[in-house]
């Protein structure tokens, strides 16, 4: 079966230009995480979705960062405004409801100029 | 808060000698441990998992870890390296997934020497 994708692979932007980030979990998986790895360290824990309601936004690095899911299919991560700090791959990962055992999509790597 | 430490950012290790990647973690509860696998330009890929059950947990690719709670470890082994085990390799820990989502040990890259 299908794993969990995101698209788009590699995303170069200009500093200040807004993104957005798609990821599309397994089917049938209630929950999904967005994830950011900066060079050299480790992942970064962002946000969680049950079904579409995230119920701690705390862990998102600024008010730049949003997110969303429609129903218990497709992500979107947005960045606004778009800071040479926010250069790293960002990864999604889908579990069943419980978090257990997550599957991680191949990321989307940002580079802001 | 829940933490993870990885030993070691590089580990090297010749061709069919064994593999010991070290991980220690923080936490105030029983924790959810978890040893993931990311390749070159790929995903995280799950390895194996503790979840409360054996303490020896055997994984894929001839992997497996043991859960000791005494010493706050996880560490991974792998009895013979072969050199397709050459990657990048996370610990993880999770107090109850979901909301906690998993925190992540800076990772470490092992190096097979032919």
């Known amino acids: 079966g299908a794993g969990v994708s995101q698209s788009p692979s590699n995303k170069v932007t200009e500093k200040g230009k807004d993104v957005e980030l798609r990821c599309d979990p397994i089917s049938g998986h209630t929950a999904l995480y967005w994830y950011r790895q900066r060079l050299g360290q480790g992942l970064e824990f962002l946000i969680y979705?049950?079904?579409?309601?995230?119920?701690?936004k705390s862990g998102l690095p600024s008010d730049r960062f949003s997110a969303e899911r429609t129903g218990e299919s497709v992500s979107t991560l947005t960045i606004q405004r778009t800071q040479q700090e926010d250069s790293a791959v960002y990864l999604c990962?889908?579990?069943?409801?419980?978090?257990?055992?997550?599957?991680f999509g191949p990321g989307t790597r940002l580079t802001v100029t | 808060a829940q933490s993870v430490t990885q030993l070691g950012s590089h580990v090297s290790v010749s061709e069919g000698a064994l593999v010991l990647l070290r991980c220690n973690y923080s936490?105030?509860?029983?924790?959810?441990l978890f040893w993931y696998v990311q390749y070159p330009n790929q995903g995280l890929q799950l390895l194996l998992k503790y979840t409360s059950a054996a303490t020896l947990v055997k994984g894929i690719n001839g992997f497996e870890a043991e859960f000791k709670k005494s010493e706050t470890s996880f560490h991974l082994t792998k009895p013979s390296a072969h050199m397709s085990d050459a990657a990048e390799y996370f610990c993880?820990?999770?107090?109850?997934?979901?909301?906690?989502?998993?925190?992540f040990g800076k990772g470490t890259h092992l190096i097979i020497q032919p």
């Open positions: 993880a820990v999770t107090l109850g997934g979901g909301a906690d989502g998993l925190t």
């Open positions: 936490s105030s509860v029983p924790p959810y």
């Open positions: 979705f049950q079904g579409n309601s995230a119920p701690d």
């Open positions: 990962a889908s579990s069943r409801w419980d978090g257990y055992e997550q599957y």
